[in-house]
């Protein structure tokens, strides 16, 4: 990211609050629990022009649902008024493993 790039970041943890609570709405279809609950998400940033970032990974990477999991968060966040845009990118590292979901995923998927 550019310095001015970072200078044109939102920052304000409501707004992101309202993002992460939208990108809970999407669920992982193969496994039922929403990508927030399962670690998928990595890093979100909301830029002052309207540009909503969100970076993403999959549980494999050849899950078949990439694409169903993108149209839904795109789905998710465009009907909030500060969005303009939404860029959803697929980040393969660091590797998602189990230790990334949050308790409620683990308890749903009986993973101790």
Known sequence: MSENQSKNIVENEGMHAKIMERLETVIDPELGIDIVNLGLVYEVQLYKDGLCEVQVTLTTMGCPFGQVIEEEIIRALSSLPEIQEINVKF??????????????????????
């Open 91 to 112: 980040i393969w590292y660091p590797a998602w493993d189990p230790s990334r979901m949050s308790r409620y995923a683990k308890i749903a998927l009986g993973i101790k």
